[in-house]
């Protein structure tokens, strides 16, 4: 399996001009517009009906898609097919080989630091995890303690959170980054140095009102958790 990060835009050079601020790599392409951190690999589509989600490639869903049907509806597409979990994140299987030549570094390079996989919020969590390992990924984590991270062979993990955990804005789905309470604040600061808008400043976990984590999103709308831990 293969996966890739897919992300709308209505121009292409705003979102590249957001990638390349925070020092994302553009991937050279001939048929997508891909940039990456070393780590995640970010599709920017700007197809009117491209929503926010994740592409999974594989060359035939045939075995999944019986127990898929069971869970969600599915919906047949040129390439493959198309669902959601119970978040209503999009998440676009693709019949066939995704020809990248991108190996993923040990570290993400980014200014957003320590790339550590998507997360989104569910309605409920059980199906959405039922709908994830349906694809073939692996859980660590339950739904009974609220928080269960899923990841499948080519190291995509998504982060599924069940309702009334998170004291902050949530965009479905948003990439996480996780840098630690000495490292944010400079993430943060540099951020900032970039111009970038912050769409939430959170004080919620100290008692001191400092600002140590941020929410951003790029210009189709998908956000980035710019956390310390």
């Known amino acids: ?4 990060v897919h992300t709308p835009t209505n121009d292409i050079k705003n979102s590249l001009e957001f990638y390349q601020k925070l020092e994302f790599k553009v991937l050279k392409d001939k048929t ?3 940039v990456t951190d070393g780590k995640a690999v970010i599709e920017i589509n700007p197809d009117r009906f491209a929503r926010a989600g994740v592409k999974l490639y594989k060359k035939s869903w045939s075995k999944e898609i019986a127990l898929l049907k069971k869970l969600t509806t599915v919906h047949k597409t040129k390439e493959g097919f198309l669902l959601s979990d119970a978040s209503n994140v999009w998440i676009y299987l ?12 040990k570290t993400s390079f ?19 995890v039922a709908v994830w390992k349906a694809l073939g990924f692996e859980t660590n984590g339950s739904p009974e ?16 959170m ?21 490292n944010n604040p400079k993430v943060i600061k540099k951020i900032r140095s970039l111009k970038i808008s912050i769409t939430e400043e959170i004080t919620h976990f ?10 951003i999103r790029d210009p ?10």
């Not at 693709?94 to 570094?105: N, S």
């Not at 980014?110 to 959405?128: F, P, T």
């Open 220 to 229: 189709g709308g998908y956000g980035f958790f710019i956390f310390n831990d």
């Open 145 to 160: 303690q609220g928080w269960v991270a899923c990841k499948n062979d080519d190291e995509l993990v998504v982060n599924v």
């Open 110 to 128: 980014s200014v957003l630091g320590n790339y550590a996989g998507l997360s989104l919020e569910s309605l409920d969590i059980e199906r959405s």
């Open 1 to 4: 399996m293969q996966s890739l």
């Open 206 to 215: 100290n008692d001191k009102g400092i600002v140590d984590n941020v929410i």
């Open 162 to 182: 069940k309702p009334l955990m998170c004291p902050h804005l949530f965009f479905n789905p948003s990439l996480t980054y996780f840098n630690g309470k000495e």
């Open 32 to 34: 997508r517009t891909l």
């Open 94 to 105: 693709q019949e066939g080989e995704l020809k990248l030549k991108h190996k993923p570094t």
